[in-house]
């Protein structure tokens, strides 16, 4: 028998098959606005974030862009293995620090997140 066929079972049943299970990248947008005076400090909380989130598990993209016509405006674009990567990471060590900046400092002046997909639909 090839070496990638399962054996048959001694009582002649069929082993079920595996199931393939088919994660589904989780993508997002994270737009900040810094209070004005504010930028310096929060480029440096989501560069510091952004440092410690690429080696999480799952993380497959996460990078920081600023405005080129507004160093008040940030980008953040993450992407994710699966819901269950996202979540762990939000129960993060680091995650919980960048929050307590974020909305313990004057830094932060708005901020939107978008769930983000491909234009032609999910993957």
């Known amino acids: 028998m090839p070496p990638h066929r399962q054996s048959p ?12 299970e088919r994660l589904v990248s989780v ?13 310096q400090r929060l480029r440096e909380v989501l560069e510091s974030d952004a440092r410690s989130t690429q080696s ?3 993380a497959e993209r996460f990078e920081l862009f600023v405005s080129a016509e507004d160093a008040r405006r940030l980008v ?5 293995r699966s819901q269950e990567d996202l979540d762990a990471h ?3 060590d680091h995650r919980n620090e960048t929050h307590a900046a974020l909305h313990g400092e004057d ?5 939107e997140i978008w769930i983000c ?5 999910p993957a």
């Open 9 to 20: 079972r001694a009582d002649g049943a069929r082993r079920p098959a595996r199931r393939r």
């Open 76 to 80: 953040l674009i993450e992407q994710w």
């Open 56 to 58: 999480e598990e799952g």
């Open 90 to 92: 939000k129960l993060s």
């Open 107 to 111: 830094i932060l002046e708005d901020l």
């Open 117 to 121: 997909e491909p234009r032609d639909g």
């Open 27 to 39: 993508r997002l947008a994270a737009l900040f606005v810094a209070t004005p005076g504010g930028e």
